[in-house]
């Protein structure tokens, strides 16, 4: 049974820091790819970002790329994201997923999904 386990999230002032971490369990050789989407409220899911697990290559979504980090511990069993320079609009619920491939992962088309953590970033 695959497991996603999301953790890190809180309530951070504008201009602060979180760091995500993302515990897997359970995952195969064929879940290529893990990274993070979030979804706030009344708005629809949004990729941010997401690694290979293959060659640890990483990507990005345009609105993160510059303020935000993945990484992965050498197993590539637990994920983090780095969060910096946090606005209100990054205020979401963030959820750590899976996918079998790049594509399938920005096009949303999760294998997998945890249950997510709250981000609030106060103004």
């Known amino acids: 049974e695959v497991q996603l386990v999301e953790s890190g999230g809180g309530l951070v002032q504008a201009g602060g820091s979180l760091r995500l971490s993302c515990s897997t369990s359970g995952l195969s050789s064929d879940d290529h790819v893990i990274g993070w989407f979030r979804q706030a409220p009344g708005k629809d899911r949004e990729g941010i970002s997401s690694?290979?697990?293959?060659?640890?290559?990483?990507y990005y979504s345009d609105s993160t790329k510059v303020r935000f980090t993945i990484s992965s511990d050498d197993a590539m069993n637990t994920v983090y994201l780095q969060m910096d320079s946090l606005t209100p609009e990054d205020t979401a619920v963030y959820y750590c997923?899976?996918?079998w491939g790049v594509g399938a992962f920005w096009t949303l088309e999760f294998d997998y999904e945890g249950q997510g953590t709250q981000v609030t970033v106060s103004s």
């Open positions: 997923a899976t996918a």
């Open positions: 690694i290979d697990r293959r060659d640890g290559k990483a």
